[in-house]
């Protein structure tokens, strides 16, 4: 199979590598609310995860390939038996089934992790395209750290592999390593090398260990590669992966240089980062390109100057050509429903009536205490409302009552409502307002808890802004569980983002992947 010589994939791994972002982990309801979002900006293929890795992730996809219409719904297979029959059965509610399977191929990965010889990988590879194939008419074959490869070698397993049936192959830069002109000239080879390469599309997924991801992936792109595989805000292992907006916005404002189309529609970017942001407890830097904050901001004279008399001056693209929402417009205490459901329409939120119900009383409290409300605000409240709802066992923080300052000790009496349906009630002193608060909350929770990271960003400015709170605590099982919190007092969102934190701790309890998720 051949894509159209014109079109380039967009393959979103946000779901399956963006969650081996140290410190993530989500719940199949998050991913499939990101899934939404992913299938809103009619991305082409979703590897929604690992469905051999843990019960929780086999779960998510076979929901998401249940649910999700359009895009390709991919699950990612070791060259192993057991994960390609899990991967098939995952994603056999898919109107549009991958199974993606991968095997090392450089020699320092076969000598050290695999410990097998060039003619043993080469049988397991074509044995597991084989055995997916038997599942799937569209099978996805990764031979990993392509870019440390002997070329040969790659070539030959490449050839191997798409004769055994697979439809795409791709090309990884595992660790990061390659370069964009080096990168080109290895995708050029594999085009005049691999005498059935017609017969596949030619896939990239790079890492940005060197901060090189997107431009290799779109090098690759100039050396013929049609499909580039990345993850919303850049997030993945160690550095991350290729950021998927910023490919699209490359292909999409440079069409005059790249002449290449895609099907992925832009203008959910933004929802969806934020969105993304959000559930993974990673903010988006500030200087972020096409979804940072500042990413549409002048702040130099001459810069504001010329933009006023002429926008392209000093924009190369719209702003709400990627849904960045710039001076937000504002809601207030006297806004009435209809308001509020077009204002959260507009930022990507579709709510039903008993939603609506339960946000309306949410957002009456939250202006009453803000004069205003802007898009931000809204986001932040939305989140708040999704936080913890999907998931069963979970603690309700119900009053905050502090005392603090010089003279006397921090100390906090926590009311939480139980997952048992009853309230309990906790008091602790603390060196500080915010330890006295988890203090309290520890003597409440049967879990082993130690907080090892604590932040706290404004959601907009000024005296009444929102602050939202993000939270990392290390589980009895030594994994890094994120929590985030928001409120107009930093204390009480300090108190939900550590019991957050700690429903997550519950809500993947039994979760554990059975062996660590490999690295593509």
């Known amino acids: 199979m051949s894509s159209d010589k014109d079109k380039v994939i967009i393959f979103d791994t946000t779901l399956r590598d963006g969650e081996q972002t140290a410190g993530a982990g989500l719940t199949a309801d998050e991913k499939l609310r990101i899934a939404r979002h992913l299938q809103t900006m009619k991305v082409d293929v979703i590897e929604a995860g690992f469905a051999a890795s843990s ?69 397991m590879a074509v044995e597991a395209v084989r055995r997916a194939k038997s599942y799937v008419e569209d099978v996805e074959f990764s031979p990993m750290d392509a ?45 005049e090398n691999v005498d059935n390469i017609d017969q596949a599309v030619i896939s990239v997924h790079c890492h940005d260990d060197l901060g090189m991801a997107v431009a290799n992936s779109l090098a690759a792109v100039e050396g013929g590669a049609r499909q580039v595989e990345g993850c919303i805000n850049g997030l993945g292992e160690r550095a991350g992966n290729a950021a998927i907006e910023e490919v699209i916005m490359a292909l999409k404002t440079r069409f005059d240089y790249y002449g290449l189309t895609i099907d992925t529609e832009p203008g959910d970017i933004g929802a969806t980062s934020r969105l993304v942001a959000d559930v993974f407890g990673f903010p988006v830097q500030y200087n ?11 702040s130099s004279g001459i ?40 204002r959260l329409s507009d930022v990507g939120y579709r709510l039903t009536d008993e939603e609506m119900d339960i946000t309306f009383a949410a957002f009456k409290e939250l202006a009453d205490q803000k004069k205003e409300v802007t898009d931000r605000d809204l986001e932040a409240l939305m989140s708040e409302q999704h936080r913890d709802a999907d998931v069963e066992r979970a603690y309700k923080v119900v009053k905050v009552d502090v005392v603090a300052g010089d003279v006397n000790m921090p100390r906090a009496t926590i009311t939480l409502l139980a997952p048992d349906g009853l309230e309990r009630v906790n008091s602790s002193n603390g060196t500080g307002p915010v330890d006295a608060v988890c203090n309290a909350i520890d003597g409440m929770v049967d879990e082993e808890i130690e907080l090892t990271e604590f932040a706290v960003n404004s959601v907009t400015e000024g005296i009444d802004a929102l602050g939202e709170v993000t939270i990392r ?48």
């Open 147 to 191: 870019t440390r490869t002997d070329p040969e070698y790659l070539y030959a397993v490449l050839r191997a592999t798409i004769e055994a049936g697979a439809t795409t192959v791709n090309i990884p830069d595992t660790v990061g390593y390659t370069n964009p002109v080096e990168f080109k000239a290895l995708i050029e080879g594999i085009r």
């Open 288 to 298: 972020k390109a096409i979804v940072g904050q500042n990413a549409f901001r002048h």
């Open 303 to 342: 810069h504001q100057d010329a933009f006023i008399k002429e926008r392209t001056t000093f924009e190369i693209m719209e702003p709400d050509a990627v849904g960045w929402r710039g001076e937000a417009l504002v809601l207030g205490k006297l806004s009435g429903r209809a308001g509020l459901r077009s």
């Open 473 to 520: 605590v290390r589980g009895a099982d030594g994994n890094i569980y994120a929590g985030r919190g928001s409120s107009t007092d930093i204390v009480v969102a300090s108190a939900k983002a550590y019991v957050n934190a700690i429903n997550r701790v519950l809500a993947m309890a039994g979760d554990v992947a059975t062996e660590q998720t490999q690295e593509v």
């Open 55 to 123: 019960p929780g992730d086999f779960k998510a996809i076979q929901q998401i390939a249940r649910e999700i219409e359009g895009p390709v719904i991919c699950s990612l297979a070791r060259a192993v038996p057991g994960d390609i029959d899990a991967a098939a059965e995952a994603v056999k509610g898919a109107k549009r089934p991958r199974i993606h399977t991968f095997l090392s191929a450089s020699d320092i990965h076969m000598m050290h992790q695999m410990r097998k010889d060039r003619e043993t990988i080469m049988s």
